[in-house]
């Protein structure tokens, strides 16, 4: 085994990455370790680069939540042994680095198999962007709503979620913030489409959902926008924020919330994964295996050296709906 591995290192919050030769942590029973193929980059990388995660790491971090790699040793235990030799997808540990290096430590269960004829590339993005739509799928079914809402949805999760929603007869309004995004989602079947950067898009919105009634809305901008879907959302409405693209505090007339009985319950896949406990996961996950190569495909716009992150960063940041961009480690 080798000691040391090169890796992308941040040594304070919103700082410029950097390639260094670091130790490769000990395995502890119940761990694994696996040589990255691949790292996608997210929109919750770049939040957690910035340092706007609630929990603050010990700086200095290795960045990255998911990827794909081999299995190349175990800690012990039997999960941990039964994943050795396994080409699998992967996400970090709550207290480990992450996948951004040439080798990662992660907990047996934090590490999927990926099904015959899934390639590496395809796995990088397959557990994060899948699980979420998966799971949003069976809060809109928990939660009877037949009709949900969903902003920044040029991206591949939003796409995900269209095809889900289809798939299982529930209406969803999309919003995104140009044209040639509206155009990408028609194409794949979104019927109820609203484009901010259009000058009365606010008053296609309220005209929409006075239409359509949706009581679920999925909210990945916040900031203003709370306030707007709380104005035009329909009494008894839930709101679900999952993430804050707009880095902006989210600030709302309170009143509106109260006399409308609108609720505002946040969604982080991890605590929605400890509350449905690990058979309900599992079976998501399974859905995921089924699905990755159509209905929960990826689409990536290029594949880069690890060792040019700065520069993948500013091009994913600028074009995100353009699709992933994947740091390769091979």
Known sequence: MKETML????????????IKEIP??????GEVLVKMHYASINPSDLSFLQGSYAEKPEYPIVPGIEGSGEVVASGGGFLANL????????????????????????????VVPLPKGIESKSGASMLVNPLTAVSFIHLAKRGNHKVVYNNAAGGALGKMLVRLC??????IINEV?????????????????IDSSKPNYLEEMESVFSSLKPTL???????????DLIRFAPANSTLMPYANLSEDL????????????????GFFLSNYNKEVGILKVLKNISQVKKLIDNDLTTNYQKVVSFKNVNEAINEYRNNMSQGKILLNFQ
């Open 177 to 193: 913030r140009s044209e040639s995004q509206a155009k990408d989602l028609k194409n794949i079947g979104a019927k109820h489409i």
């Open 217 to 227: 809305l999925f909210d990945a901008i916040c900031g203003s926008k709370t306030n």
């Open 250 to 265: 989210s600030i709302y007339d309170s009143r509106l919330l109260l006399q409308k009985n609108i609720k505002i319950s």
């Open 7 to 18: 890796a992308v290192v941040q040594e304070e919050a919103g700082g410029l990455l950097k």
């Open 83 to 110: 994943r050795k030799g396994k080409i699998v997808a992967c996400t970090k540990s709550a207290h480990n680095s992450g996948t951004w290096a040439e080798y990662l430590i992660t907990s047996a269960s934090n």
């Open 24 to 29: 490769i942590p000990q395995l502890k029973k």
């Open 166 to 171: 289809t798939k299982n007869h529930i209406e």
